[in-house]
């Protein structure tokens, strides 16, 4: 027990002695001595652009609707049995192509019949020719009485006329025989076809219908513009305005690059509606647009000196939209701004920056008002710089 007890004693002693030498070493210990606080940390690395205006076209947005710049309906032009289709549907068929045989063989009888009465008339005209040649030697003698020569000249026009009946006798038959092959008035798109093969057709509005034909290029597109925009492309380029294709079927059209001219401009406002109505010709080579679509339009009224920054700038907070700039000690500083529209990757700055400024286009998260940046150009950037 007494063994426990001085064991005990002998450490506290060492405790207590070995306290004293740590504070008697602080209190020595120089005030220059003390450890130095680390360094402030490097200034962080942004890529920045600087601001430039740029001549960008000026667009009013407008939604339209494609439809074929020729539209047309294929008709059967004479009555009988449908023998046979020439065509696939949904082909492109060019201007002159077969694409239905009606049945020929009326036709063909009903031509010989019309040759038949014109070669009568041709006889009987050539008689009552004769007999007026015969007859006019006689009334020059006084042989025959005038009257008889006047009937006789009479009944020669008679069959002049029958004859000029009979030969257009023979060309309306013809032109029967040839409607009995249906070909394509104009080239384009063939759409389904509306008769099968042995149907009766006839050349009425109702049973004449066999199919239509779309001629996807140059394609056309009707929109309405409001008397306001209106009013901006007659004060701009007016009818030489150009249209942009932006968006079809919701895909962005872009890369397809369709531009057009307009080609219509109404003359009057819909009163109900208070609107215009246009229409652009679009080129559509590739039949990327097909008619029926729904179009975003860009109509390019004019061009003007505009301020452009990165979409990847723009950053939204609580106050609204906004963009870090650089002032001149490199420190960052959030600036609103009221965007307009889009460019391409870039937004139309419609108030808040001006040339000559720059902003920062990345790191944009580590930004805060005050920090002090090392600002690096975006192309040095993308370099790898």
Not at 5 to 11: E, K, L, P
Not at 88 to 115: C, H, N, S, T, W
Not at 168 to 181: G, I, K, P, W
Not at 203 to 211: I, M, N, P, Q
């Amino acid at each position: 027990m007494n063994g426990l007890r001085n064991s005990a004693n002998r450490i506290g002693a060492a405790l207590a002695f070995a306290s004293l030498a740590l504070l008697s070493g602080c209190a020595e210990e120089p005030a220059g001595t003390a450890q130095a606080q680390p360094g402030a940390a490097p200034p962080l690395p942004v890529a920045i652009v600087e601001l430039a205006p740029r001549r960008i076209p000026v667009v009013i947005e407008a939604v339209g609707r494609a439809e074929g710049s020729r539209e047309i309906e294929v008709r059967a032009r004479v009555g009988g049995i449908l023998e046979r289709q020439l065509f696939r549907e949904g082909d492109r068929v060019k201007a002159g192509a077969p694409m239905y045989r009606i049945e020929r063989a009326p036709f063909e009888i009903a031509l010989q019949r019309a040759r038949a009465t014109m070669a009568e008339s041709q006889a009987l005209r050539r008689r009552a020719a004769t007999e007026v040649a015969r007859l006019k030697s006689l009334v020059s003698r006084q042989a025959i009485s005038q009257r008889e020569y006047d009937d006789a000249a009479a009944t020669l026009a008679q069959r002049d006329a029958e004859l000029l009946i009979a030969r257009a006798d023979v060309r309306q038959a013809e032109l029967n025989l040839s409607y009995t092959d249906v070909v394509a008035p104009a080239g384009g798109i063939a759409g389904r076809s509306l008769r099968s093969e042995g149907s009766l057709v006839g050349a009425s509005r109702d049973d004449g219908l066999l199919t239509t034909i779309v001629q996807h290029d140059p394609l056309w597109v009707r929109f309405s513009l409001s008397e306001q925009e209106f009013g901006r492309l007659r004060a701009g380029r007016g009818d030489a305005s150009s249209v942009v294709v932006r968006e079809a079927a919701g895909q962005s059209a872009d890369a397809a690059l369709i531009s057009g001219k307009l080609n219509f401009t109404g003359s009057r406002v819909d009163p109900a509606l208070g609107t215009v109505q246009l229409r652009a010709e679009l080129p559509n080579p590739d039949h990327f647009l097909l008619p029926g679509q729904f179009l975003k339009l860009a109509v390019e009224i004019d061009e003007a000196d505009m301020i452009l920054v990165p979409q990847s700038a723009v950053q939204q907070g609580d106050r609204g939209t906004f963009v870090w700039v650089l002032g001149a000690d490199d420190t960052v500083a959030q600036r609103p701004v009221r965007m307009g529209q889009w460019v391409g990757r870039d937004w139309i700055v419609e108030e808040g920056l001006s040339a000559g400024e720059r902003i920062a286009i990345d790191n944009l998260i580590r930004l805060r008002p005050g920090l002090k940046v090392e600002p690096r150009s975006a192309a040095a950037v993308a370099a790898g710089v």
